[in-house]
């Protein structure tokens, strides 16, 4: 038996949420086209007859500019403690340079994998330049070009992981998915809508939190509040007459019950919290740790 913990990394938008959903065949991490999405370490586990996997998505690395970063950062590094082994992801057209200074960075002491993203849309010249860039690194055990999306590579790379893999026993009962409780994926989901639905500064200002969450007979109703920085943002989310939260709650609303199996009552409310990315007390509220 093998088991142990692969941990994702890489920078904002590489990919790394669509390949943990697509290496555990569930949709546990959200994603957008849009930068910093993910803003904590979520785990996703893989368990077969004779391996168990413990992925972990991260936050993209960055230079954090408030204190919410700063946390998001702390769940890269957190990942990086007890992994047995890393997987660098990057989309095949970063930078190179720039990504392997962050990729040295991490100090790494375990096994990494190479992963190259995206090859979905790239020529086979890059796609030979990047492979030929990173052969050279002293970090790099294995590098594996794949598309997160349409799933070219995956099954070369879960081989790799599990030849990566330490001898053990299984962390998680077989039927586990995740660490995280029901009501972080619901607010994750509704997230996702924020970053999908509205523009600019708005989807970095926001955070979600669920606090209500009650199995009557035939639903499940969820009450949750959108938390902003400043009045004006409560108005854009709100929508004229309310037209923008109502469409919000009906596209959360839909991945919700789709996700719990069952129908459910989606209850919103913006709340002003100024400088609440800043502010120690309600990061901690809101669940960044
Ligand atoms: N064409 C293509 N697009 C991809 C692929 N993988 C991911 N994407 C897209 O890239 C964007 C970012 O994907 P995410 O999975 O959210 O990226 P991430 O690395 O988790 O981003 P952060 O959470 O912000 O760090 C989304 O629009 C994805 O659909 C791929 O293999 N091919
Ligand atoms: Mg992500």
Same mark, same amino acid.
């Given at each position: 038996?093998?088991?142990?913990?692969?941990?994702?990394?890489?920078?904002?938008?590489?990919?790394?949420?669509?390949? *943990?959903?697509?290496?555990?065949?569930?949709?546990? #991490?959200?994603?957008?086209?849009?930068?910093? =999405? =993910?803003?904590?370490?979520?785990?996703?586990?893989?368990?077969?007859?004779?391996?168990?996997?413990?992925?972990?998505?991260?936050?993209?690395?960055?230079?954090?500019?408030?204190?919410?970063?700063?946390?998001?950062?702390?769940?890269?590094?957190? #990942?990086?403690?007890?992994?047995?082994?890393?997987?660098?992801?990057?989309?095949?057209?970063?930078?190179?340079?720039?990504?392997?200074?962050?990729?040295?960075? *991490?100090?790494?002491?375990?096994?990494?994998?190479?992963?190259?993203?995206?090859?979905?849309?790239?020529?086979?010249?890059?796609?030979?330049?990047?492979?030929?860039?990173?052969?050279?690194?002293?970090?790099?055990?294995?590098?594996?070009?794949?598309?997160?999306?349409?799933?070219?590579?995956?099954?070369? *790379?879960?081989? #790799? /992981?599990?030849?990566?893999?330490?001898?053990?026993?299984?962390?998680?009962?077989?039927?586990?998915?995740?660490? *995280?409780?029901?009501?972080?994926?619901?607010?994750?989901? /509704?997230?996702?809508?924020?970053?999908?639905?509205?523009?600019?500064?708005?989807?970095?200002?926001? =955070?979600?939190?669920?606090?209500?969450?009650?199995?009557?007979? =035939?639903?499940?109703?969820?009450?949750?509040?959108?938390?902003?920085?400043?009045?004006?943002?409560?108005?854009?989310?709100?929508?004229?007459?309310?037209?923008?939260?109502?469409?919000?709650?009906?596209?959360?609303?839909?991945?919700?019950?789709?996700?719990?199996?069952?129908?459910?009552?989606?209850?919103?409310?913006?709340?002003?919290?100024?400088?609440?990315?800043?502010?120690?007390?309600?990061?901690?509220?809101?669940?960044?740790?």
């Amino acid at each position: 038996m093998k088991a142990g913990f692969v941990s994702i990394f890489g920078r904002p938008n590489a990919g790394k949420s669509t390949l *943990l959903n697509k290496l555990t065949g569930e949709k546990l #991490a959200i994603v957008s086209p849009k930068v910093q =999405t =993910t803003r904590h370490r979520i785990k996703g586990i893989v368990t077969e007859k004779d391996h168990q996997i413990i992925f972990s998505d991260t936050p993209g690395i960055i230079e954090p500019r408030y204190k919410l970063h700063e946390k998001m950062m702390l769940a890269v590094k957190s #990942a990086a403690a007890d992994a047995d082994l890393a997987l660098l992801l990057i989309d095949v057209h970063e930078n190179l340079e720039e990504v392997n200074a962050i990729f040295s960075s *991490l100090g790494l002491k375990v096994p990494a994998i190479l992963a190259v993203n995206k090859i979905d849309k790239a020529d086979a010249a890059r796609k030979d330049e990047v492979i030929r860039f990173f052969g050279d690194k002293k970090y790099v055990s294995e590098i594996i070009p794949l598309s997160a999306l349409n799933g070219e590579g995956t099954a070369a *790379l879960l081989q #790799a /992981i599990i030849h990566y893999l330490p001898e053990g026993e299984p962390f998680f009962e077989g039927d586990e998915l995740s660490d *995280l409780p029901t009501r972080f994926f619901v607010a994750e989901m /509704i997230r996702e809508k924020i970053f999908l639905l509205y523009q600019d500064e708005i989807p970095y200002h926001t =955070t979600v939190i669920v606090n209500e969450f009650k199995q009557k007979s =035939t639903l499940i109703k969820i009450r949750a509040e959108i938390i902003v920085q400043r009045e004006t943002q409560k108005g854009i989310l709100l929508g004229e007459g309310g037209k923008m939260i109502r469409q919000l709650g009906t596209d959360a609303r839909k991945d919700i019950e789709a996700f719990l199996g069952q129908k459910v009552f989606l209850e919103l409310f913006v709340k002003v919290r100024p400088k609440w990315r800043d502010n120690e007390m309600m990061l901690k509220e809101y669940g960044y740790h």
